[in-house]
């Protein structure tokens, strides 16, 4: 595999705090303990971490049943052992989508395993463990997969298993319906191992969590990936103490995370997620649905119902599994279950735990590091090729199939007509220097109107620069078809290959062989990203 960096500065939506994070500027410092180099602080961070034998014991048990119970193999449950023999967490996660999600929920995995890896290089004991998010309530979020056709274009498979609205996904179960969707996708996967995991994790019965858990298992089966899921009512049971600071101090925390983002604002960067001063950091599990946990003049409101702090801390006495941590309490509670070493996220993240830092520091005593996921767009043979034979940078692909047709045709317009196009802007350009120079001597008031007129002229030259690109491109339907696919397969719908294409079309393509040239590929300090030739 060859690699190159490619900056998220010339990546579009790119937010401005993941670009300082990534640079670790003085402004983003106050809301981050760690820069985003990992070798850089990690001896120093194993010495913050302070976790009890006990808590260690029960979790390693609680791993232990998980993962046998979805087939783990030899070098998990050897992970596992590690585990309980005082190894730390490097800790990722993710929505338990259809099909095991876009490719990036394989590339997190990759991540964790990765920095586990090199920690272990520096004498640190550290296992990957990969959270599944399984008490989520967007079904939207989860319920699809998109595939690539032979063709070119992109397939969307959408369950249509449906559930009562904000009840956990990974709790829903799929029905028949499941078997003639995982016949469909294994079909535009054609024959090979990822394919035939596929249709034996996805049968009726099984739910979106317990079928992610199973593919993943056997995905990861020799890289010893310990899965976490984290509506195990156990884990509630072990978390109740931090539920019950959370509780009591559920007023002060909502004003810590206000105060914090009101520095957000100050700092021009924008908040993940919306807080008032009425918020908590918890739903409670009511009939199989979750309801959001509200505090109005001391007392805790749950739809209609009206609970006092006591009411609700006996209620984490009796049944802890009730309660369901939001985004932001999430990332708290799985370092208080955990002995985690770092966290490792994508953008939005990295903006949530600008926010979540502030909870933080009045529940743990500890702020976890967050480190950016390797990121990735893989370019196979053919889409390179059309790359090349169009001298196309891989930032034109962010114009949109529309704007790359115009681009490839402007392209492909005859050399003389090109000539005439550059001589043209260089004439106006060099003219207007001249002009500007004289009039600016005799009226300095007169120099914007002549930089007005540059423009004008500049942009005539353009636009008929691009309508000559057009009318060889309808001359020429086969460039449209290229642009169309280098679209589809590099950036499809306008975003990244990587949050768009299932991990499964990859792994189906090229065997879990792909596995190990990317975790070759991923590097710590590369923190840009990568296009990588396949």
């Not at 929920?105 to 004498?123: F, T």
């Not at 059309?386 to 490839?408: A, N, S």
Request: net charge negative.
């Amino acid at each position: 595999m060859k690699s190159h960096c490619l900056p998220f500065r010339q990546i579009p939506h790119t937010t401005q705090l993941f670009l300082d994070y990534l640079e670790f500027t003085l402004k983003v410092r106050q809301f981050y303990p760690r820069s985003a180099r990992f070798t850089e602080w990690v001896r120093d961070e194993v010495t913050r971490i302070q976790y009890p034998n006990e808590r260690r014991a029960r979790m390693a048990d609680v791993l232990e049943r998980q993962n046998k119970s979805w087939g783990a193999s030899r070098a998990a449950l050897e992970t596992v052992q590690r585990f309980r023999d005082g190894a730390y967490a490097l800790v990722t996660g993710q929505q338990v989508g259809l099909f095991g999600g876009p490719a990036f929920s394989l590339y997190k995995a990759l991540s964790a395993l990765k920095l586990a890896k090199e920690a272990q290089k520096l004498g640190i004991q550290c296992v990957p463990v990969f959270w599944l998010a399984t008490e989520d309530h967007d079904l939207d979020e989860v319920n699809q997969a998109h595939i690539p056709t032979s063709d070119g274009s992109i397939e969307a498979l959408v369950s249509p298993t449906t559930a009562t609205k904000d009840a956990p996904v990974g709790s829903i179960a799929f029905g028949t319906e499941i078997s003639e969707l995982a016949g469909k996708a294994s079909a535009l996967l054609g024959d090979s191992d990822a394919s035939r995991a596929l249709k034996e994790c996805y049968r009726p019965g099984e739910t979106f969590g317990t079928t992610f858990a199973k593919l993943f298992t056997r995905l990861f089966a020799d890289r010893g990936v310990i899965l976490l899921d984290g509506s195990d009512p156990e884990l509630d049971e072990i978390a109740a103490p931090l539920y019950r600071v959370a509780v009591t101090r559920a007023s002060e925390l909502a004003s810590a995370l206000v105060k914090r983002d009101e520095q957000l604002r100050a700092a021009e960067y924008h908040q993940q997620v919306r807080i008032t001063e009425s918020s908590t950091l918890f739903f409670l599990m009511r009939e199989g649905v979750r309801v959001p946990v509200q505090l109005e003049a001391g007392k805790f409101l749950v739809g209609a119902e009206e609970l006092s702090p006591q009411d609700l801390n006996a209620l984490v006495e009796s049944s802890p599994q009730t309660f369901s941590p939001n985004v932001l309490l999430r990332p708290v509670v799985q370092d208080y279950l955990l002995p985690t070493l770092a966290y490792v996220g994508g953008a939005a993240e990295v903006a949530y735990f600008a926010q979540v830092a502030a909870v933080y520091e009045q529940l743990a005593g500890r702020i976890t590091p967050i480190i950016p996921r390797f990121s990735a767009t893989l370019i196979e043979p053919k889409p390179q090729a059309l790359l090349d034979k169009y001298h196309l940078p891989f930032t034109d692909l962010f114009q949109g199939p529309e704007g790359l047709r115009q681009v490839i045709g402007s392209h492909l317009l005859p050399p003389h007509l090109q000539n005439s196009f550059d001589e043209a802007t260089a004439s106006v350009e060099r003219s207007m220097r001249a002009v500007r120079e004289g009039i600016g001597q005799l009226d300095k008031t007169l120099v914007e109107s002549a930089e007005n007129a540059q423009s004008k002229m500049l942009y005539q030259i353009t636009n008929l620069r691009s309508r000559a690109a057009r009318a060889e491109l309808r001359q020429s339907g086969i460039v449209a078809r290229h642009a169309d696919f280098l679209s589809s397969s590099l950036y499809p719908g306008k975003a990244l290959q990587e949050r768009e294409i299932a991990g499964v079309f990859l792994l189906a393509k090229y065997g879990t062989e792909l596995l190990n040239g990317l975790l070759e590929t991923i590097h710590p300090d590369c923190l840009d990203h990568q296009l990588i030739s396949v």
